[in-house]
C-alpha cells in the first residue's frame, strides 16, 4: 500500500486517520506539533508510522518535513491536512497571541503545505485534502477570528483549485461539523459532548478520498446527529 502524509496527526481527527489509514494497509509520515503525543502513537503502530515534529505555520519547517516524509517513503498518494487551533470566547476579549496563534496553525499553515505540496507533487496524480470544518460555511458566535481563518483557507484553496484546473493533482475541502476531542477543552460556548466520533468522521474521510473510476469527491460535509 502506499505512503500517506496525515498532519495534526497527535489527537482528535487527524489521530484516528492515522490509526484509519494504518489498520487498512497503509504507512502515514505523522506531522504535529508536539513530539511526545506522536511517539506515543509511533510506540504502538511500530515501522508502518514516520513521526515528524514540526512547526507548520514555518515555511522553512515544512519543506524539511517534507523532505523527510519523501526519503522516507516516496511521494504520498495522499496528503490530509488536519492541523489547526481554536480559541474561542467574545472577539473584545481574545488576545493578540490567540489571534496569532490561529491565523498561523490554521491559515499559514494550509498556505505552506499547500505550495510545498504543488512544488513536489502537482504533476501527479495525488490529492490534498484539507480539513476546515462547518465554521468555513457560517458565522458563529464566540468563534470569529477561528471562523475568518477557515473562510481564509477555504478562500486560498477555492482559487488554488481554478490555478490548478487541468493538472492531476486533486483538491478535497472537507467540512466536519464539530469533532468530539480535546480541541474543545476549556471552551464553555459549546456542550462538545453529543458531536460526531473522530473515529467515524475518519472512516467518512477514508472512504471519500477513494476516487472511482469515473469521479471524485471536490468537497464533503460531515454533519452529526
Given at each position: 500500500?502506499?505512503?500517506?502524509?496525515?498532519?495534526?496527526?497527535?489527537?482528535?481527527?487527524?489521530?484516528?486517520?492515522?490509526?484509519?489509514?494504518?489498520?487498512?494497509?497503509?504507512?502515514?509520515?505523522?506531522?504535529?506539533?508536539?513530539?511526545?503525543?506522536?511517539?506515543?502513537?509511533?510506540?504502538?503502530?511500530?515501522?508502518?508510522?514516520?513521526?515528524?515534529?514540526?512547526?507548520?505555520?514555518?515555511?522553512?519547517?515544512?519543506?524539511?518535513?517534507?523532505?523527510?516524509?519523501?526519503?522516507?517513503?516516496?511521494?504520498?498518494?495522499?496528503?490530509?491536512?488536519?492541523?489547526?487551533?481554536?480559541?474561542?470566547?467574545?472577539?473584545?476579549?481574545?488576545?493578540?497571541?490567540?489571534?496569532?496563534?490561529?491565523?498561523?496553525?490554521?491559515?499559514?499553515?494550509?498556505?505552506?503545505?499547500?505550495?510545498?505540496?504543488?512544488?513536489?507533487?502537482?504533476?501527479?496524480?495525488?490529492?490534498?485534502?484539507?480539513?476546515?470544518?462547518?465554521?468555513?460555511?457560517?458565522?458563529?458566535?464566540?468563534?470569529?477570528?477561528?471562523?475568518?481563518?477557515?473562510?481564509?483557507?477555504?478562500?486560498?484553496?477555492?482559487?488554488?483549485?481554478?490555478?490548478?484546473?487541468?493538472?492531476?493533482?486533486?483538491?478535497?475541502?472537507?467540512?466536519?461539523?464539530?469533532?468530539?476531542?480535546?480541541?474543545?477543552?476549556?471552551?464553555?460556548?459549546?456542550?462538545?459532548?453529543?458531536?460526531?466520533?473522530?473515529?467515524?468522521?475518519?472512516?467518512y474521510i477514508v472512504d471519500a478520498l477513494s476516487a472511482?473510476?469515473?469521479?471524485?469527491?471536490?468537497?464533503?460535509?460531515?454533519?452529526?446527529?
Amino acid at each position: 500500500m502506499s505512503m500517506q502524509i496525515v498532519t495534526g496527526a497527535g489527537s482528535g481527527l487527524g489521530r484516528a486517520l492515522t490509526l484509519k489509514l494504518v489498520a487498512d494497509g497503509h504507512r502515514v509520515a505523522m506531522m504535529g506539533r508536539t513530539p511526545e503525543k506522536l511517539a506515543a502513537l509511533a510506540e504502538s503502530l511500530g515501522d508502518r508510522v514516520l513521526p515528524i515534529s514540526v512547526e507548520l505555520s514555518d515555511p522553512q519547517a515544512v519543506h524539511q518535513a517534507f523532505d523527510y516524509a519523501e526519503a522516507w517513503g516516496g511521494a504520498p498518494q495522499w496528503v490530509v491536512h488536519c492541523a489547526g487551533v481554536g480559541q474561542f470566547g467574545a472577539l473584545s476579549g481574545l488576545s493578540r497571541e490567540a489571534v496569532e496563534a490561529m491565523l498561523n496553525s490554521n491559515l499559514y499553515s494550509t498556505i505552506w503545505v499547500a505550495q510545498e505540496v504543488v512544488r513536489r507533487w502537482g504533476d501527479r496524480e495525488a490529492v490534498l485534502a484539507n480539513v476546515l470544518s462547518s465554521a468555513a460555511q457560517t458565522g458563529k458566535a464566540h468563534e470569529a477570528v477561528y471562523c475568518a481563518t477557515k473562510w481564509g483557507m477555504r478562500g486560498f484553496l477555492e482559487s488554488m483549485r481554478a490555478e490548478l484546473k487541468g493538472q492531476p493533482l486533486r483538491l478535497v475541502n472537507l467540512y466536519p461539523s464539530g469533532i468530539r476531542s480535546a480541541f474543545w477543552a476549556g471552551s464553555d460556548h459549546v456542550d462538545s459532548s453529543g458531536f460526531m466520533a473522530p473515529e467515524e468522521a475518519a472512516a467518512y474521510i477514508v472512504d471519500a478520498l477513494s476516487a472511482k473510476s469515473s469521479c471524485y469527491v471536490i468537497e464533503m460535509s460531515i454533519g452529526r446527529f
